[in-house]
């Protein structure tokens, strides 16, 4: 399932590495008002891309017991299962836009151990979760709260770390700049996939020859 969700996170333009670079390259400069409306482009452009992803992702839904090749009886599990992941999809990357502007002025140290105590916290929770039998579905709502929590922890701490912190919106031509330069980052991005995963087709090809 994972995987089926990587090829439609393809549509997502790249919004968090844009806001990385366009925030990183000026994070000494004292322009409030370009940093606030580079955080307003990433909602913008947030904005953009969800209803790609729900036309993407509601056929993942329905075929994902054909795609995972569960027994009929898992259907339904499996379809909740894929429902949970496409709705963190589309919200992941809204609650991610605090880790983007935190990596971005080189703040993500304030966080240090903020990760792995949620990879502990979140790899016992699936334990309890497959003890309890909630199965898939359980799992994928501790996945959920586990993201949840850390965007939280880390808008916490932006919150106490970046004075400047606030939204305001890019009018059509700002936000056409930062989509453009999504794009080249996302077009940069299939490249590198394509010529890493080339050789996989090719030899792939070969062996079934």
């Known amino acids: 399932m994972q995987n089926s969700l990587a090829y439609v996170l393809i549509v ?53 017991p054909e795609i995972t090749g569960v027994p009929a009886t898992l259907g339904s599990s499996v379809r909740l299962t894929m429902g949970m992941l496409v709705l963190w999809m589309v919200l992941g990357r809204l609650v991610g836009i605090p880790v983007d502007i935190l990596a971005a002025l080189s703040l993500e140290y304030r966080a240090m151990g903020l990760r792995a105590t949620l990879v502990l916290t979140t790899s016992f929770g699936m334990v309890l979760a ?50 453009s330069f999504s794009f080249w980052l996302l077009f940069s991005n299939l490249g590198h996939a394509l010529l890493i995963s080339s050789q996989y087709v090719f030899v792939g090809y070969r062996d079934w020859e």
């Not at 400047?164 to 009018?171: A, E, M, S």
């Open 12 to 64: 997502n333009l790249r919004v968090g590495a844009t806001l990385r670079f366009r925030l990183g390259t000026h994070q000494h400069e004292d322009d409030l008002v370009y940093k606030r409306t580079q955080v307003g482009g990433a909602l913008v452009a947030w904005l953009v891309t969800v209803p790609l992803l729900i036309l993407l992702g509601v056929p993942l839904i329905w075929w994902a």
């Open 130 to 179: 497959a003890y309890w039998g909630w199965g898939l579905p359980g799992m994928a709502m501790i996945v959920m709260v586990a993201g949840l929590v850390e965007a939280g922890v880390r808008f916490v701490i932006l919150r106490r770390n970046v004075p400047w912190l606030g939204v305001i919106f890019p009018n059509r031509a700002e936000v056409m700049t930062f989509l």
